[in-house]
């Protein structure tokens, strides 16, 4: 067994264990999920709700959530996504509208992915081929600067899978998307941060 998988193991275990004590009662469980995923729920409001005052106001609400329903978590799913499922609701209900921003059209889709829905033309690689550290710690602080940039969706679905790293399957499920719809998004994210980025870099020089 790879060590990435004692790890990953270890935390669900971990994670599993702070469910069980919060079930109980257990206020040090609580402050020890706080302080796990306070800032991951706190991007993810934020990148939805576009507000840092009413993000905080959705977290909180998510908190107050997760105690009043921990007894219906099954554990079908990570935590996380749950947690995050929690969120996204609680932040659509305070946006007072459906999340429609970036929403991609049947012509995109049929234009980006085969009839298996594979891509058709693949995507660039992410990484942009940036090697010197420096840049690409400066590549890491722009890119989350310029989210705020990108509609709605795209913004969240690059959060939750490039960020938060949740998988294609578990995205278009907490945002109510086909997989095509998803990929798609994530593609258009990538391609406009890019493009934000490249206007950056020309423009520091």
């Known amino acids: 067994m790879s060590a990435a998988i004692v790890v990953a193991s270890r935390r669900v275990d971990d994670e599993g264990e702070l469910v069980d004590r919060l079930r109980a009662g257990d206020e040090s469980a609580f402050v020890a999920l706080v302080g796990r995923y306070q800032p991951r729920l706190l991007r993810l409001a934020e990148t939805t709700v576009g507000s840092r005052a009413v993000a905080e106001e959705v977290t909180q609400d998510t908190w107050l959530a997760v105690v ?14 749950w947690l995050f499922h929690i969120l996204l609701n609680r932040a659509r209900s ?7 921003a970036g929403r991609p059209d049947e012509g995109i889709v049929e234009e980006r992915f085969d009839t298996s829905g594979a891509w058709a033309s693949p995507p660039e690689p992410w990484a942009e081929r940036v090697d010197d550290r420096l840049v690409a710690e400066h590549v ?15 913004r969240q679905v690059v959060v939750l899978r490039d960020l938060e790293g949740l998988t294609p399957a578990d995205v278009a499920d907490l945002l109510g998307l086909s ?14 941060l890019r493009q934000l980025l490249a206007a950056d870099m020309s423009g520091a020089r």
Do not use: I, K, M, Y
Not at 94 to 100: I, V
Not at 140 to 154: A, D, K, Y
């Open 68 to 81: 009043r329903g921990v007894e219906r978590f099954e554990g079908r799913s990570s935590l996380a996504t």
């Open 94 to 100: 305070a946006a007072g509208r459906e999340l429609r």
């Open 140 to 154: 890491c602080t722009r890119v989350q600067e310029l989210l705020p940039r990108l509609p709605e969706q795209q």
């Open 179 to 192: 997989d095509a719809n998803q990929r798609v998004l994530l593609h258009r994210g990538r391609a406009r």
